[in-house]
């Protein structure tokens, strides 16, 4: 299995996935420039990571990546404990990261796709750090009374570790937040998340990106 990323991505969400699973994998290296490679467009025609190679089955979207991921080892339990319920809510969270939140950073990181206008780049980018603080908020209120965002850690919450360290690195302190500070703590108590990490961004890394 070959996992295409690059370092700040989303990305590490599915590398951490493949750590938590013991899977065997690689790991290929990208670019923002090499992710718009002829090559690389053949694989993937959105142009963007994560890609995921098993075999010559080449598939694409965190979500769909993180389920297959889980659905190949479910003694891991990243689906929920085997009942319908624990995996819609496992889905529940997933499909609200990746569509709601994971979006809303978009402004932030590329506002050259949302406007042409440079000079109101910074007025979105505000008004997009406001959308991002209310997620943040609701999420946080939600982890007051469990660890992990399905009940038990599932796919979802490398999801959020990952859209966590953006906002930390693009929207401001977190301090606020002492639930998704406790999360981020168990996170970063986790010697799987630690390789991953290791392994991408090496010592102090380049600072996220979605
Ligand atoms: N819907 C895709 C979005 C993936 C995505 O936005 N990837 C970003 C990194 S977090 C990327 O590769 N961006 C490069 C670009 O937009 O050019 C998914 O969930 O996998």
Same mark, same amino acid.
């Given at each position: 299995?070959? =996992?295409?990323?690059?370092?700040?991505?989303?990305?590490?969400?599915?590398?951490?996935?493949?750590?938590?699973?013991?899977?065997?994998?690689?790991? @290929?290296?990208?670019?923002?420039?090499?992710?718009?490679?002829?090559?690389?467009?053949?694989?993937?025609?959105?142009?963007?990571?994560?890609?995921?190679?098993?075999?010559? &089955?080449?598939?694409?979207?965190?979500?769909?990546?993180?389920?297959?991921?889980? %659905? =190949?080892?479910? %003694?891991?339990?990243?689906?929920?404990?085997? $009942?319908?319920?624990?995996?819609?809510?496992?889905?529940?969270? =997933?499909?609200?990261?990746?569509?709601?939140?994971? $979006? +809303? &950073?978009?402004?932030?990181? $590329?506002?050259?796709?949302?406007?042409?206008?440079?000079?109101?780049?910074?007025?979105?980018?505000?008004?997009?750090? +406001?959308?991002?603080?209310?997620?943040? %908020?609701?999420?946080?209120?939600?982890?007051?009374?469990?660890?992990?965002?399905?009940?038990?850690?599932?796919?979802?919450?490398?999801?959020?570790? @990952?859209?966590?360290?953006?906002?930390?690195?693009? @929207?401001?302190?977190?301090?606020?937040? #002492?639930?998704? +500070?406790? &999360?981020?703590?168990?996170? &970063?108590?986790?010697?799987?998340? =630690?390789?991953?990490?290791?392994? %991408? #961004?090496?010592? +102090?890394?380049?600072?996220?990106?979605?």
């Amino acid at each position: 299995m070959k =996992l295409y990323y690059f370092p700040g991505a989303c990305s590490l969400a599915c590398h951490i996935a493949l750590e938590w699973t013991g899977s065997a994998y690689q790991t @290929v290296r990208m670019s923002l420039a090499s992710t718009k490679s002829p090559e690389y467009l053949a694989m993937n025609p959105n142009g963007v990571v994560p890609l995921l190679d098993d075999d010559g &089955f080449l598939l694409t979207e965190n979500a769909a990546i993180l389920g297959y991921i889980a %659905e =190949l080892n479910p %003694e891991s339990r990243l689906l929920g404990d085997g $009942s319908i319920r624990a995996r819609a809510e496992v889905m529940r969270w =997933l499909a609200y990261l990746n569509s709601d939140v994971h $979006s +809303a &950073f978009k402004p932030i990181f $590329s506002p050259h796709r949302f406007i042409d206008d440079r000079s109101q780049a910074e007025a979105l980018a505000r008004e997009a750090r +406001a959308h991002v603080i209310a997620h943040l %908020e609701r999420i946080d209120r939600h982890l007051a009374d469990r660890d992990w965002l399905a009940g038990q850690r599932s796919i979802a919450d490398p999801y959020l570790f @990952v859209m966590l360290r953006w906002a930390r690195n693009k @929207v401001g302190p977190m301090d606020r937040f #002492e639930n998704l +500070a406790g &999360f981020m703590g168990r996170m &970063f108590d986790d010697d799987a998340v =630690l390789a991953a990490i290791a392994s %991408e #961004e090496g010592g +102090a890394g380049p600072g996220p990106r979605g």
